[in-house]
């Protein structure tokens, strides 16, 4: 009686152990499934997300935004660029070359201040918006052309 007694448990035992083993089978691969999905997901988003910022200012190539010059010429001086720019954003001052007059086409100015490849430091659309660089964009636009060399008088000599 205790030797049957002692079988039929064991048989429990390694019925409920096979149980709790595939329970947990089951289990790893829902973690599994929800681990994928939240990365297919997380993929999605900051894929189309990029492509839509990667898009966006191929989609204004070429094209000059019309911007406020005024409050352009306030946020130039707020961000700081007039630091390593110059005031007039004539360039010298510590580092930064001449912006304007004739400055780059806006597309380029746009990704250089977004990821610039040097000393530069990165201005991501969190610090200065799209919008702040358009204004940035026509105040860099309106500075006016130097005179011309020969009407400079101590140039002359
Ligand atoms: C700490 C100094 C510094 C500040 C601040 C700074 N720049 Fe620059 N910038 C540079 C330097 C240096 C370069 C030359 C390339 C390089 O080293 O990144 C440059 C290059 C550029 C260029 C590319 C010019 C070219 O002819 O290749 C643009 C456009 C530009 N800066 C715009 C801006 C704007 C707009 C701001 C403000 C939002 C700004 N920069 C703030 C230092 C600075």
Request: hydrophobic fraction near 40%; glycine fraction near 8%.
């Amino acid at each position: 009686m205790k030797i049957c007694d002692g079988h039929t448990s064991d048989i429990a035992g390694k019925r409920s152990r096979r149980a709790r083993f595939l329970r947990r089978a089951i289990l790893i691969r829902l973690v599994w499934c929800f681990v994928a999905l939240a990365i297919a997901a997380a993929l999605l988003v900051f894929g189309t997300r990029a492509m839509a910022q990667s898009a966006a200012p191929s989609a204004k190539a070429g094209e000059t935004p019309s911007g406020n010059a005024e409050n352009g010429k306030k946020i130039y001086a707020k961000y700081g660029c007039y630091e390593c720019h110059g005031r007039e954003a004539q360039g010298g001052g510590i580092s930064g070359p001449r912006l304007a007059p004739d400055p780059l086409p806006f597309s380029v100015v746009l990704i250089y201040v977004r990821h610039p490849a040097g000393d530069m430091p990165p201005y991501t659309d969190k610090v200065v918006s799209d919008k702040d660089m358009t204004d940035i964009y026509a105040f860099l636009e309106s500075r006016p052309q130097p005179p011309p060399v020969n009407t400079i008088p101590i140039l002359k000599h």
